[in-house]
């Protein structure tokens, strides 16, 4: 059995904050449910109780070159980073300061769309695909799509990549090496795909604005600013609170919680034929362009004419494109099953650690949300793929399935929080 935050096996900062909850959990009224005494102990933490992530967050200004911006985000070993408005004034608030979120992934998925822009077999000038650029959504839907770079779900349309065929080896390589490469500002491709708005809560907005954020919202970050500099004082990933809760194993809340079977909490929320997925013969541009165009961040490799599982997409793989030469000279052409051992032989030859190296990561539906945190947590990634006794897939349970599971939303509970964020800047497109 695991330690007891409480026996003093565990000292971390997030299982300091767990004993807070659990101490709140201890005094809330007896006639609540389960998930309203969860809701009331985290509306009663502060997000400032939240561990940093690190001691410094990394910011990216708006005028760096893309070529910039990714020697920074491979430097710190981080995948995506707030962005600051250079031209903001020296005492301009966070609101005025920070244009976005910027994404290694997306910054790759735009250098590949401008590549079929500026392919010689291209046919005229014309972009392929692109956002309209209506009015405000409702809250839920545009932040939902803003967080995902989309302007507005509803207008959302194919990445428009050209068919799989034979393209000249050094054509990409020469894209990434070229003037408009280096030339191209961050400030540029602002509204692209996994663009995010700069939603920030101050610290002392509650732990349970934040998880919903993070979850009906679909946040994949949320930044906590101080209002006092008007600068990021910490920035909570889906993948942190995972952390946290793994760390709460042993406390009485997080027990009665963690007991329950993925299926009794409606998960996987999907039907095996509504699993959005590619054949391990289908080329791998498929896959990102069925992420493009669907909002989401990975994607499961069935084999082909079946629905066994044999590997997992994600969108920072695409990082591949522009790190490992047997993907980018042959990218219009390589299927799904020949990236994932391209990328993996090129990581074991780096010796860089990666989720993609632990393969194909799978549960069943009858284990608990405890064993699907720890699981999650332990090996670094997203999400995990339901499967039957035979392989099958059956569905997909993600970091924000858990974490939307844990607490509910209160009607009303945002009013206007979301005024002022959206919608998205003017020049948002592809």
Not at 267 to 281: A, G, H, S, Y
């Amino acid at each position: 059995m695991e330690d007891s935050p409480r026996s003093g096996g565990m000292s971390s900062p997030e299982a300091k904050l767990g004993m807070r909850v659990e101490d709140l959990w201890d005094v809330q009224e007896p006639q609540l449910t389960p998930t309203e005494k969860l809701n009331a102990c985290f509306e009663s933490v502060p997000v400032s109780a939240f561990p940093p992530a690190s001691s410094q967050v990394i910011e990216i200004k708006s005028d760096c070159s893309l070529a910039e911006a990714v020697q920074i985000l491979t430097k710190h070993r981080i995948l995506s980073a707030p962005v600051v408005d250079v031209e903001a004034p020296e005492d301009a608030s966070w609101i005025d300061r920070y244009i976005g979120i910027v994404e290694f992934a997306g910054i790759v998925v735009w250098i590949l769309y401008q590549s079929e822009l500026a392919s010689p077999r291209k046919n005229g000038g014309s972009p392929a695909a692109g956002f309209g650029t209506g009015g405000k959504e409702e809250a839920i839907t545009a932040v939902a799509a803003a967080a995902n770079g989309m302007n507005s779900p509803r207008r959302l349309k194919n990445l428009g990549f050209e068919p799989a065929e034979p393209t000249p080896g050094s054509f990409f390589e020469a894209l990434t090496s070229s003037e408009f490469y280096k030339n191209t500002k961050v400030r540029d491709i602002s509204g692209s795909f996994r663009w995010a708005p700069f939603l920030a809560l101050q610290k002392s907005n509650s732990f349970l604005t934040m998880l919903l954020l993070l979850s009906n919202y679909k946040m994949k970050s949320v930044p906590v600013v101080d209002l006092g500099e008007g600068k990021i004082d910490n920035i909570v990933t889906q993948s942190a609170v995972i952390h946290m809760l793994a760390e709460c194993v042993g406390l009485s809340w997080f027990e009665r919680w963690g007991a329950k079977k993925m299926s009794e909490l409606g998960l996987p929320t999907m039907k095996p034929d509504q699993v959005i997925k590619v054949n391990e013969d289908e080329p791998v541009l498929q896959a990102f362009k069925l992420m493009r165009k669907k909002g989401i961040g990975g994607i499961p490799v069935v084999e082909s004419g079946g629905r066994k599982a044999v590997g997992n997409i994600s969108i920072r793989d695409v990082q591949f494109l522009l790190t490992t030469p047997e993907i980018y000279r042959e990218f219009r052409s390589i299927t799904a099953k020949n990236f994932l051992v391209a990328g993996r032989k090129y990581l074991e030859q780096h010796n860089e650690a990666s989720p993609m190296l632990s393969g194909m990561i799978t549960c069943r539906r009858n284990q608990t949300v405890k064993e699907m945190i720890l699981m999650l947590d332990s090996v670094k990634i997203q999400r995990v793929y339901v499967v039957d006794e035979d392989g099958n897939l059956e569905g997909v349970i993600t970091l924000r399935d858990i974490i939307s599971k844990l607490v509910h939303e209160p009607r009303g509970y945002f009013g206007d929080f979301f005024d002022g964020v959206l919608p998205m800047p003017q020049n948002s497109r592809v």
